[in-house]
């Protein structure tokens, strides 16, 4: 059983950039994709970023530009480098694995999750 720790959460202000990690154990790393999501209070958890085992990227549109994901296989770790940040962005950031190994975004199933770290943007 897989287990995600995410890191590198805090407050920052608008404009500013923080980098969260998530650290992988107990299981297959570089084989899946791992995605980034989040939820901000009273919204839905929404898809910000996820990298493939090939490492093809996809990015919801308001990450596009902003947001790097990157993976460390050798570490077992995703990162995500936020820049700009914006007080929409605050958030409780998530990572997350895809259920099966191998396969090519974009992935809409993701069994493994950690369980978060908070993001707030000050105006």
């Known amino acids: 059983q897989v287990q995600l720790v995410e890191s590198g959460g805090g407050l920052v202000q608008a404009g500013g950039s923080l980098t969260l990690s998530c650290a992988a154990s107990?299981?297959?790393?570089?084989?899946?994709?791992m995605g980034w999501f989040r939820q901000a209070p009273g919204k839905e958890r929404e898809f910000v970023a996820a990298?493939?085992?090939?490492?093809?990227?996809s990015y919801t549109e308001s990450a596009k530009g902003r947001f790097t994901i990157s993976r460390d296989n050798a570490k077992n770790t995703v990162y995500l480098q936020m820049n700009s940040l914006k007080p929409e962005d605050t958030a409780v950031y998530y990572c997350a694995r895809s259920i099966r190994p191998w396969e090519t975004l974009p992935v809409s199933d993701f069994g493994s999750w950690g369980q978060g770290t908070q993001v707030i943007v000050s105006s």
């Open positions: 990298i493939s085992w090939s490492r093809g990227t």
């Open positions: 107990g299981g297959t790393f570089s084989r899946y994709v």
